[in-house]
């Protein structure tokens, strides 16, 4: 077993890596920027490393800072999160090449699945259903603009190495296709140093369904079932849940074997999750494989009983997992809500501010893998997600009705968050009847407005302002530069 693991991360994710260590009986060392001198992880670890500035660049995405600061500390193995250096098959070389294990699959895997390109390719060799598209090498753009004409609009507009919902347009018809390229490369470029990309047939309504998968260095290569992440904004998700409505056990079957068809024709190793889109008919096509532990996970490990984390350490020191595919059973059902500092009301923007009151929900089958503590100051160098609140419940209704309580017990003043927004998700009749695809937002809640706060939150906001010495802010984050303490709330005053 390792006997140091640094953790080349920030906030709830570095967290939940120190946490598995700590029950693995390992050392962890957090690193961190001078703007997270005062943050969990770093408080948490038994060692921690300032990195140097808040730009990531500086911080976090310094590979040579990052790998000196494992040295130093005398780490054997490197745990990347995800984000940041992730899925950086470079840094993978650099960590592995110095003597430290990285935390993950072969940097030879990550270069295959690491760009939607090549990705794309592994999952026809592997003869799974894959977006019909277009992505021939030097191809010119009148190949390109016959393509589109082929696949039908509307297509989409993809960077190869796109993450995070970026880098992807929506065209509707052909004149507008040669801007779209042309505006699609120079954001590509800019935002991921590479220009490359492609055509994809654009899915109307569709879900988004991923496969965790599990790969131990033997070649047994399982699926932890399916995680349904289709209410999203930006397309980015905020909501995701295990199982699927949309998923029974045929489906989940097949859509597991594609996946692990998938990962085997990379010779795949550690935790990995291979995303699918689904149309409405359920016909289910290859998206792009994730080569790292997913924000999500939790609500895998609450249905399937397996610790992820654990795992990808313990694969990665080469044990071998001890079940098979068979073995593997699901029970109950689980839902996660990704709290982040945003704007809900005006079109999700980040937002900054400080932790004024913070209550954290309890209770049977409630886990909150957070960064937050009282006092925090959320800047806006980084992602905006503070948390991830995550309920298990013997089916899917008793899970809402367990987020719905969980939402409405926890209470954050002092930014605004997106707190509100996700109990009205949790609490509308369509997520209660299962139809969920990438458009639920701009269906159900355009033009959305944060309720009024109530008088409770008002008092907590006033009395948390006094106490901290601040006069109570009442403007937007626009024109004072913080955010409103009454507009941050849970529903507090009904718990
Ligand atoms: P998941 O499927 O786990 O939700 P995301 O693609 O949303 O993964 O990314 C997880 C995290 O990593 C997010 O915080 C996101 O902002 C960040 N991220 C992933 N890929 C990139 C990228 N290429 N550039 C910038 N941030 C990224
Ligand atoms: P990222 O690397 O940013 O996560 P993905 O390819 O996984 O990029 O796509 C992110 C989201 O964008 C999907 O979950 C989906 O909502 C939307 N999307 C991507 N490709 C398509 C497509 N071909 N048709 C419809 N929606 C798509
Ligand atoms: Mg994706």
């Not at 699926?223 to 289709?230: D, I, K, Q, T, Y």
């Not at 190793?269 to 924000?295: C, H, K, S």
Request: glycine share 10%; aromatic share 6%; proline share 5%.
């Amino acid at each position: 077993m390792f006997k140091k693991i640094l953790i080349a991360n920030r906030s709830e994710v570095a967290v939940r890596i120190i946490r598995a260590c700590r029950e693995l009986g390992i050392a962890s060392v957090a690193v961190y920027s001078e703007a997270d001198a005062d943050a969990v992880h770093v408080t948490l670890a038994d060692e921690a490393v300032c990195l140097g500035p808040a730009e990531a660049s500086q911080s976090y995405l310094d590979q040579q800072k990052v790998l000196q600061a494992a040295r130093d500390t005398g780490c054997d193995a490197l745990h990347p999160g995800y984000g940041f250096l992730a899925e950086n098959a470079g840094f993978a070389r650099l960590v592995t090449e110095s003597g430290i294990h990285f935390i993950g699959p072969t940097p030879e895997s990550m270069d295959r699945m690491g760009a939607k390109i090549p990705a794309r390719e592994t999952a026809l060799l592997a003869t799974a259903p894959v977006v019909p598209g277009f992505d021939r090498e030097g191809a010119t753009d009148d190949e390109y603009i016959a393509a589109a004409a082929q696949i039908g609009y509307p297509v989409m507009v993809k960077a190869s190495m796109g993450g995070g919902g970026k880098g992807m347009r929506i065209v509707d018809s052909e004149a507008e296709l040669q801007s779209a390229l042309d505006g699609a490369r120079r954001e590509a470029a800019k935002a991921f140093g590479d220009p490359t990309v492609f055509l994809e047939k654009y899915i109307q309504n569709p879900r988004h369904i991923e496969i965790q998968v599990l790969a131990d260095r033997a070649g047994n290569t399982l699926h932890l079932g399916e995680r349904e992440c289709s209410v999203q904004r930006r397309h980015q998700k905020i909501v995701e849940e295990t199982p699927s409505t949309a998923v029974d056990n045929e489906l989940r079957a097949k859509m597991g074997a594609d996946a692990v068809a998938i990962a085997r024709a990379v010779g795949y190793e550690g935790a990995g999750t291979v995303e699918f889109i689904m149309d409405p008919a359920g016909g289910y096509y290859f998206l792009e494989m994730n080569t790292r532990l997913q924000v999500e996970h939790p609500v895998t490990e609450f249905v399937y009983g397996l610790d992820i984390v654990q795992w990808q350490i313990r694969i990665a020191t080469g044990e071998a997992l001890p079940f098979s595919q068979e073995q593997i059973t699901p029970r109950g059902h689980s839902i996660e809500c990704r709290i982040c500092a945003e704007d809900a009301a005006s079109g999700f923007l980040p937002q900054v501010g400080s932790v004024q009151v913070l209550r954290e929900p309890q209770g049977p089958g409630v886990r909150l893998d957070s960064m937050l503590k009282d006092g925090l100051a959320i800047g806006a160098d980084y992602d905006p997600m503070l948390a991830k609140l995550i309920v298990h419940a013997e089916d899917r209704e008793a899970a809402i009705r367990r987020m719905q309580q969980a939402l409405s017990d926890m209470c954050l003043l002092g930014v605004t968050s997106n707190l509100g927004i996700l109990a009205e998700i949790i609490a509308h009749p369509a997520f209660a009847g299962g139809e969920t695809d990438t458009g639920f937002i701009a269906r159900h809640f355009s033009g959305y407005k944060d309720p009024e706060p109530g008088l409770p939150e008002r008092i907590a906001a006033a009395l948390a302002a006094s106490m901290k010495g601040s006069a109570v802010q009442r403007g937007t984050t626009n024109d004072s530069g913080h955010a409103d303490p009454f507009r941050s709330y849970g529903n507090w005053s009904n718990a």
